[in-house]
């Protein structure tokens, strides 16, 4: 399989998962265990786009010294613990730990989507 052709099934396996759960994490969050206000839903959603804003340039310069496919590896693997604990949290702040460390390992997409 080409490289490229791998890039692009994991850039849109990401951006597949990312916008399913976009439209039910306010349901998720307004859940009796979470009982998260509308703007706490917000900082919710944002923190995982400011997560990839903040640790996208680390993982391009880790990925310059060690190379693509482990970090693209290890992306892939914590971003799924991630979602698991996510789905697993049974208190607000515990949303907003795994919905943050997704977005910190699913940085490295968006890098690779500029290849």
């Known amino acids: 399989m080409k490289p490229r052709l791998v890039i692009f099934l994991t850039v849109l396996l990401d951006l597949v998962g990312f916008g399913i759960v976009i439209p ?15 703007m706490e839903i917000g900082l919710l959603m944002a923190s995982y786009s400011l997560a990839q804003f903040l640790f996208a340039p ?8 060690r190379g693509r496919r482990p970090v693209l590896l290890l992306s ?10 996510f789905a697993a949290a049974q208190a607000l702040w515990q949303l ?11 940085a490295y997409h968006d890098n690779l989507s500029k290849v």
């Open 24 to 38: 039910l994490l306010p349901f998720y969050a307004q859940d009796p265990r979470f009982a998260a206000s509308p």
């Open 58 to 65: 680390f993982w391009g310069a880790i990925s310059d010294r």
């Open 76 to 85: 892939i693997g914590m971003g799924a613990l991630m979602l698991v604990g």
């Open 96 to 106: 907003f730990l795994f919905r943050t460390l997704h977005g910190l390992f699913r």
